[in-house]
């Protein structure tokens, strides 16, 4: 399978706790994409990649959330001291630099559960 | 800012059409997509607009009116396995060029027998 790969699927956390996800993304694309979509929203971006450099952070992503792209290839994504309100399914994209229509390829997501 | 409005749901029969409407509030943007999403499944590209005018995919259709600040996906002969969510997502060109997606709240179609 070439397609976004996401792991873990699900994660279940007590609050306060840290937890980290991982995107592989499709191996030749070199831009990289989170979003946070929460039931009955559409998705909202959190951070973009360039290779390895992070060009852009949302203002929803708090002190407590940091992004790594360190060589290019697969990214991170960390919360730390997790909140209830960070319950959500975060979805990884990819796409390349050029590209006629613009898609972005999502991954299946990381559904968190913070209790 | 930038804001997109879509219907929340919209219910129709097996084949016959369907058109899912977006307005947008949104300045310096690339074009207009639309993503299907299944429940529990990840978005999927389903078409893109760059111009104003009409594309064609398929039983999918989407069209761009910059001038209105309006676009809709246009589903033919639909289809059980059409039941899902649609966004609508303007691609942003902000300072750093990063491409990233402004999406709607998304629109849940109900196709009946």
């Not at chain 1, 290019?72 to 975060?90: H, P, V």
């Not at chain 2, 996906?73 to 289809?79: A, G, I, V």
């Amino acid at each position: 399978d070439t397609g976004v790969s996401q792991d873990p699927r699900h994660k279940i956390t007590k609050r306060g706790q840290n937890v980290t996800f991982r995107c592989d993304p499709i191996s030749e694309h070199n831009r990289l994409y989170w979003y946070r979509q929460t039931l009955g929203q559409g998705p909202e971006f959190l951070t973009y990649f360039q290779n390895e450099a992070q060009l852009e952070k949302s203002r929803l992503l708090s002190d407590r959330f940091s992004a790594e792209r360190p060589k290019g290839s697969f990214s991170t994504l960390e919360i730390q001291r997790t909140e209830q309100g960070d319950s959500a399914m975060y979805l990884c994209a990819s796409s390349p630099t050029s590209g006629g229509n613009n898609e972005q390829f999502f991954g299946p997501g990381t559904r968190l559960t913070v209790l | 800012g930038q804001s997109l409005e879509q219907p929340s749901e919209v219910t129709a029969v097996e084949g016959a059409i369907v058109q899912i409407n977006c307005t947008y509030q949104t300045s310096g943007f690339y074009g207009l997509s639309w993503y299907q999403q299944h429940d529990g499944g990840a978005p999927t590209f389903l078409s893109y607009n760059g111009l104003d005018g009409l594309e064609e995919t398929g039983r999918f259709s989407s069209f761009l009116s910059r001038s209105d600040s309006y676009g809709y996906l246009l589903l033919q002969e639909l289809q059980m396995k059409d039941s899902a969510s649609y966004f609508c997502a303007v691609r942003f060109r902000g300072s750093s060029n990063t491409g990233k997606l402004i999406f709607g709240q998304g629109t849940t179609l109900q196709v009946k027998p």
